[in-house]
């Protein structure tokens, strides 16, 4: 007999094919986004799961699972998921690291350059009809090429992003929990580490690709908005909750710093209405992974995780080794 799965989101229906090679399926194409209690329904009886961040499995609902054997996250960040209970009551747990690296990396570029030239904003001017002449002060953005640039958070994301300022002629300044290797750092365009305040105070651009957890929450408040520059823009593609939106909102409101680029916010979907107030913001549906190649190859290495964990092999991306040793 098969074991039972849930797909707890909409997915790829190649993928769903996949997984029902091996195992009793159960899809969720109508992209409910389950309540807790849903969802703890909805496990009943089940061995796996393949998930999104929109999936909290917290030690309360994991006492109602018994029968849970496995939890596929299809994102590289898992702070959805307690890893600590999850360990406690023998649940493998994977993420889906690197397959996401090169196009996340791309995207901060994206928004980047989208917040410091102004584009969205000038854009929405464009179509509003204002367009009258040529003026040699309209939509006054900030240099990209010859400028700092700060990355907080130097996992593989970071460095591809670092990697991609090289063509730009620009200085790599970082913060990190831990230092890179000397070959790391000239890889990554000859970055250099330094504390989070000088990053914060040197940098021209500020990008943030760290992973939230308590420790990071709040990695950018008020205090870290007023060591920035007031010409620097901030960049968020990693979680809500790395930034104090509402001090953000305030420094992009009083010109505290120029403008931020944002990908994730805290709360979302339901982000802090002030920011559409705002036009020296740029703001994107959490979707820096999200080319047609790169969201399928997550989605497969989240079912490869999920196969091998239910067919007692080791899941590729396996986060807690403790529970199979
Ligand atoms: C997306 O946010 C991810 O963590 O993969």
Request: a negative charge; charged letters at 20%; glycine letters at 4%.
């Amino acid at each position: 007999m098969k074991l039972a799965i849930l797909i707890a989101r909409a997915i790829f229906p190649d993928v769903i094919e996949r997984l029902s090679v091996y195992f009793d399926v159960e899809a969720n194409q109508q992209d409910i986004v389950f309540s807790q209690q849903e969802l703890a329904e909805k496990l009943q009886g089940k061995s796996g799961v393949l998930c999104t961040s929109s999936a909290r499995f917290d030690a309360t609902l994991l006492t109602r699972l018994p029968m849970l054997k496995a939890v596929a996250n299809m994102a590289v960040g898992y702070d959805n998921v307690d890893l600590a209970a999850c360990t406690a009551q023998g649940i493998l747990v994977s993420n889906t690291p690197d397959v996401l690296n090169e196009t996340t990396a791309d995207f901060g570029w994206t928004l980047l350059m989208a917040t410091a030239r102004r584009v969205t904003e000038s854009e929405h001017w464009l179509r509003a009809g204002h367009w009258d002449k040529w003026r040699y002060d309209y939509f006054l953005g900030a240099d990209i090429h010859g400028s700092t640039l700060g990355i907080i958070g130097m996992g593989r994301i970071g460095q591809a992003i670092a990697r991609r300022s090289m063509g730009f002629d620009m200085q790599v300044l970082y913060h990190n929990r831990t230092s890179l290797t000397p070959e790391q750092e000239v890889r990554a365009n000859n970055a250099r580490y330094v504390s989070k305040e000088a990053l914060l105070s040197e940098a021209d651009h500020v990008m943030l690709v760290l992973p939230y957890s308590a420790t990071t929450h709040h990695t950018i408040d008020k205090a870290e908005l007023a060591l920035m520059k007031p010409t620097a823009t901030l960049v968020n593609l990693a979680r809500g909750g790395i930034v104090n939106d509402l001090a953000l909102i305030d420094a992009l409101r009083s010109k505290a710093i120029a403008a931020a680029g944002l990908d994730v916010f805290e709360n979302e979907p339901k982000f802090h209405p002030d920011f559409l107030t705002l036009n020296n913001v740029v703001l994107t549906p959490h979707i820096a992974s999200a080319s047609e190649s790169t969201r399928f190859a997550m989605a497969n290495r989240a079912a490869d995780n999920l196969i091998a964990a239910l067919q007692n092999q080791r899941p590729p991306n396996l986060l807690n080794p403790e529970v199979v040793a």
